[in-house]
T-cell receptor, first 116, second 114 residues
Framework: KAGVTQTPRYLIKTRGQQVTLSCSPI?????VSWYQQTPGQGLQFLFE???????NKGNFPGRFSGRQFSNSRSEMNVSTLELGDSALYLCASSYTPGQGFTDTQYFGPGTRLTVL | AQSVTQLGSHVSVSEGALVLLRCNYSSSVPPYLFWYVQYPNQGLQLLLK??????LVKGINGFEAEFKKSETSFHLTKPSAHMSDAAEYFCAVSIIQGAQKLVFGQGTRLTINP
């Protein structure tokens, strides 16, 4: 099976712009989670989507949003970019057969976002 | 709140020596525990995981970890380091049942000396 794919791999934006990142999960996986990785804060959970619904959310401002499509592909959007949004954004997918089950997350290669 | 502490942001060992990366967690409920490895410019790769059952868990590339509830620890070991083991290692915990949300430690960068 193909792994988790993320596009684009690299992105350069300027402050105030918005950006959309895409994630395609492993075939058959229904849950997609997003994480932000920075040198200062490490890996932090952004949100999780399951069956097109946001199921969990981390402690990030409303400028960070996401969605999931019926084929389980997910996008995240960051509006009004700030310098501090520069980070590696990682997407992870898991099979998750149903509610109440914690499954292994498999990560994509990430999208490196640089905000100038 | 749940948390994960990795002792030592940098660990350096000689090739062939024992690798020991330390991880402690805080949780009031039984956790699921994971170790991931990250090579430069790549995502995270799962090394091993503990959910329930046997407390000694074997993973890929010769790594293993032991869950010790009394010590709230999940240390990662490998008997003999290889140059290819040089990478950053992350310990993570999932505590909320049914939530695909991981809380990560700050990471430990492993350097292998020839």
């Amino acid at each position: 099976k193909a792994g988790v794919t993320q596009t684009p791999r690299y992105l350069i934006k300027t402050r105030g712009q918005q950006v959309t990142l895409s994630c395609s999960p492993i075939s058959g996986h229904r849950s997609v989670s997003w994480y932000q990785q920075t040198p200062g804060q490490g890996l932090q959970f952004l949100f999780e989507y399951f069956s097109e619904t946001q199921r969990n959310k981390g402690n990030f401002p409303g400028r960070f949003s996401g969605r999931q499509f019926s084929n389980s592909r997910s996008e995240m959007n960051v509006s009004t970019l700030e310098l501090g949004d520069s980070a590696l954004y990682l997407c992870a997918s898991s099979y998750t057969p149903g509610q109440g089950f914690t499954d292994t997350q498999y990560f994509g290669p990430g999208t490196r976002l640089t905000v100038l | 709140a749940q948390s994960v502490t990795q002792l030592g942001s940098h660990v350096s060992v000689s090739e062939g020596a024992l690798v020991l990366l330390r991880c402690n967690y805080s949780s009031s409920v039984p956790p699921y525990l994971f170790w991931y490895v990250q090579y430069p410019n790549q995502g995270l790769q799962l090394l091993l995981k503990y959910t329930t059952g046997a407390t000694l868990v074997k993973g890929i590339n010769g790594f293993e970890a032991e869950f010790k509830k009394s010590e709230t620890s999940f240390h990662l070991t490998k008997p003999s380091a290889h140059m290819s083991d040089a990478a950053e290692y992350f310990c993570a915990v999932s505590i909320i049942q049914g939530a695909q949300k991981l809380v990560f430690g700050q990471g430990t960068r492993l350097t292998i000396n020839p």
